[in-house]
Structure formats: C-alpha cells, structure tokens
C-alpha cells in the first residue's frame, strides 16, 4: 500500500513545496516519481528516490528511503502546478494516489 | 528520437474485446521492457504489468490477470494490449511506457505514450 500528502496542495509561484509519500513495507529506493499535467501522459522526475532525471530542472529533488520519501520542489515554478506520483518498483509496481498542486 | 505511439481512441459496448497498439520508434525495441498502466478518469495510474519484447516474457499485476493479456510483433516493433469481456469499469486511459532500468533502484518509466482513451458504454 503507498499513500500520498497531501492530497492536494494550493501553493504560490516561489514557494517551497514538498509532498511525502509512504509505503506499507520497505522498498529500498525504489521508488520514483512522475508528474503529470491535465491530458498528459505522466512524465519522469525523480528514479531511485533521489536521482534526476535528464533534462529535469534542479528544483526538483527527491530523498528517503525504506518507507518514507520526499518530493521537493524548492521554488515553485507556473509550469509546476500538476499532480504528483510516486511510484514503487520493490513489490511488482504500483502507483501513490498522487497529489495534486493548484493555485 | 525516441516515441511510443499508441493507436485511437475506441468506443465498445460491455463483452466486446479491444486490442490496443503501442508502435515504438527511436530505438532497439527489444532492449527495453515496455509496461501497460491505465488511469482511471480523476484516478491514479495502476499497473497491469509488462512484457520483455526480446522473448515475450510477461508479469501480470495479480490484479488484471485474466482480464488483459500482452503481445508484441518485432517484425513491426509493436506492443499490444488485448483487453477481454469489457465493462463500463473499464472506460480509462490506457498507457504504454517504456522501462529504463537503473544499476541497484529498479526500472522507471523514461517514455510513455500519449494514451488510448477507451470508453464502454451500451
């Protein structure tokens, strides 16, 4: 089981956000999280609990490990505003129920 | 550059049966595992498992197992998702996404496709 908060969030351009996620049972740092914007597919952020991924701006970082874990984004951007994923890969793989950040 | 392209949007009635196609291009189709994921309207995603293109080999997630059911043509460099008996509960987005495997923290989903929205309804 994976759970998310908040669920949702209301936030400012340049503001420090940061969502937690956990997991019913230790996964390690298997864990990633994605982004996804209205009529989009999700897209890749964080692999590894803590890994960039390419082309992923700086202000986003991620930490943890076993079953707690941390998506940070330091100064909120306007293209940031979007739902939030994590997801584990320790235990088949499965998806938090996200959170969402607005205005 | 690399691209997953999933077939259109389809539109069934309860019972009938859909295949979905993911066409990739950009790279080797069969050095990376692709995975289905389908999100629910307003939901988050959930995984029905994924399948090796190099040998066909398939976890299910025990969830959609018996409900869904994968295939690939190398010849043509495409995934499918076969989905049987269908229900209203099964009107969602349908995704296909490739694998990037890491060293020591698991795979992660690097390219996805833009999604097959699939409607039952009588």
């Known amino acids: 089981q994976m759970t998310q908060s908040p669920p949702s969030l209301s936030a400012s351009e340049g503001d420090r956000v940061t969502i937690t996620c956990r997991t019913s049972?230790?996964?390690?740092?298997?864990l990633n999280w994605y982004q996804q914007k209205a009529g989009e597919a999700p897209k890749a952020l964080i692999f590894?609990?803590?890994s960039l991924h390419s082309g992923v701006p700086s202000r986003f970082s991620g930490s943890g490990s076993g079953t707690d874990f941390t998506l940070t984004i330091s100064s909120l951007q306007p293209e940031d505003f979007a739902t939030y994923y994590c997801q584990q890969t320790y235990f088949d793989i499965s998806f938090g129920p996200g959170t969402r950040v607005d205005v | 550059e690399v691209q997953l392209v999933q077939s259109g949007a389809e539109v069934k009635k309860p019972g009938e049966s859909l295949r979905i196609s993911c066409k990739v291009s950009g790279y080797s189709f069969t050095s990376h595992w692709i995975s289905w994921v389908r999100q629910v309207p307003g939901k988050g995603p959930e995984w029905l498992g994924r399948i090796d293109p190099i040998d066909s080999y398939i976890n299910y997630s025990p969830s959609f197992q018996g409900h869904v059911t994968f295939s690939v043509d190398k010849s043509v460099s495409t995934a499918y998702l076969h989905l049987s008996s269908l229900q209203a509960s099964d009107t969602a987005v349908y995704y296909c996404?490739?694998?990037?495997?890491?060293?020591?923290?698991?795979?992660?989903?690097?390219?996805w496709g833009r999604g097959t929205l699939v409607t039952v309804s009588s």
């Open positions: 996404a490739r694998h990037r495997p890491t060293a020591q923290t698991g795979p992660y989903y690097d390219y």
């Open positions: 049972q230790s996964i390690g740092t298997k």
């Open positions: 590894g609990a803590s």
